[in-house]
């Protein structure tokens, strides 16, 4: 193993993890629709404006353009699929080894990106009946589990 790995800073890269967990769930979650319609905007024929208007030259290759513009959204779409795969791989065995009163914890802190930290803290500490202190302390060890149960010690 490289030196370099002992000095990764494990816990803000499992709080990043989890940061990305609710959008590479969407991601697996709708990208065989997203590849549908990428692949019907590829495949569909344009028709034509009527119009009294006089029109700008013609493009003769507009159809391979769209097609080739399909393929590489196409390609996007299933690179990024695969990204969300293994993502998903790795960090949903650890996110199931936590307790469950750990994924709440941590799912309030991170994921919750419509909650402020110190409504996070303040809901914790209603949910558990604790201080505030306790509750920083809570998530930390909860976030220290994550790290070792996704990069190990």
């Known amino acids: 193993m490289n030196i370099s790995w002992q000095y990764l800073d494990k816990r803000a890269a499992s709080a990043d993890a989890l ?30 404006v009527y119009s009294d208007m006089p029109k700008a030259p013609s493009q003769p290759h507009a159809g391979e353009a769209r097609i080739l513009q399909g393929m590489e959204a196409l390609d996007v779409l299933k690179e990024r699929y695969r990204q969300a795969a293994e993502y998903m791989a790795w960090f949903q065995p650890a996110w199931d080894a936590l ?10 802190f991170y994921r919750s990106e419509d909650i402020k930290q110190i409504d996070a803290v303040m809901d914790i500490c ?26 190990g010690k």
Do not use: C, W
């Not at 609710?22 to 028709?47: D, L, P, W, Y």
């Not at 307790?99 to 309030?108: G, N, S, Y």
């Open 126 to 151: 209603e949910r558990f009946h604790i201080e505030r202190s306790s509750a920083y302390k809570k998530k930390d060890r909860a976030l220290a589990h994550l790290a070792l149960l996704l990069y």
């Open 19 to 48: 940061k990305d967990y609710g959008s590479m769930k969407a991601i697996i979650a709708n990208s065989k629709e997203a590849m549908a319609r990428a692949r019907a905007r590829m495949t569909g024929v344009s028709s034509p």
């Open 99 to 108: 307790t469950e009163d750990e994924q709440t914890v941590l799912a309030l």
